[in-house]
């Protein structure tokens, strides 16, 4: 009975990748029949436009929340080698962290969260055990912050969803709560057990103080308000800023559940889902044009310039 009951377990683990690769197809070719249903409708002149009213006053403000993201979001990278206890300097860390994101953004978190980082820390002289513990503490910062926005968004109630979604304001508030939780559960654990080891599943973990908590949770926080202010940026006064926030939070959520290197046309469809009736079309298609390029493009550029000048200088080093 009990290895009946195993090898139907494993069954059932062998079968989740497929049914969730369905999963991926049957949403990607939702997502295209949408965006080919919208595309006929839009007015590409105007869209054109749109693009061509983008001027410095809005570029430049847009540009700078980009490099802000990529400095703050490399302060991940910079806690987890305090963490791991590795005294690799700081802009090396940050340039291998910026490289990382960039990489992961358009390429996958595999690839470029996992893979880069990887390759570029162990060329660096980190041992694996610490690499993973330098990725262990950007991921968790990295969704901490997000939680901690995402929570106190819908638990305050400040972006009201679509009434055609059929979400009581209620459950709304309750799922806030709960998000909420999740950072609120990390700062107490590392309350009550700071400085020691914890054993998670043959894992000994430390746990960090709560001011190193702390500040894994404000770091991401402000880099999730950075990429949203990109996009408030294209969108002038169309949209107000928690608004664009609250979908950009979807979006990425949505991004996570339906793996699609860079989110591409994932990010399109939730702000069309949820933007589409506040702002014109023509406006929100040329400013998802330009938040691609700035926020996914020119970053993947200097990224890869940025990765081959880290192997170019670990050869150099001898590593």
Known sequence: MVVTQAISAIRQHARWPIVRRA???????????LIARKLGTIDWDAVIA????????????????VVLSGLLYSQF??????????????????????????????????????????RLYSRAGLSAPQIWSVFAVAVSSNWLGYALLAGTILAGQLVVLPPEWGIPPLATRLLGL??????????????????RHRTVRDHDIYVPSVGFA????????????????????????????????????????AGVVIRVPGGLGVIETVFFAMLGDQVPHALLVAALIAY??????????VGAVGYFLLEARGKHDGA
């Open 292 to 301: 691609r390029a700035l926020y996914y493009l020119i970053p993947l550029m």
């Open 214 to 253: 702390a500040l894994q949770c404000l770091v991401s926080a402000a880099n999730w308000m950075a990429v949203a202010a990109i996009m408030h940026a294209l969108l002038h006064t169309h949209a107000d800023y928690f608004t664009v926030l609250g979908v950009l939070l979807a979006s990425g959520l």
């Open 77 to 118: 990278d910079v806690l987890g080698c305090r963490y791991a206890g590795h005294p690799l300097p700081v802009r090396r860390v940050m340039a291998i962290s910026y490289v990382s994101y960039t990489l992961s953004l358009n390429l996958g978190a595999t690839l470029g969260g996992a893979g880069v980082r990887y």
């Open 50 to 65: 749109a693009l061509r009213g983008f001027d410095r006053r809005t570029l430049l403000p847009a540009a700078g929340f």
């Open 178 to 195: 709960l998000m909420l939780a999740a950072p609120a559960g990390y700062l107490a654990a590392c309350v009550a057990w700071r400085g």
């Open 23 to 33: 999963i991926g197809i049957l949403f990607i070719a939702a997502v295209v029949a």
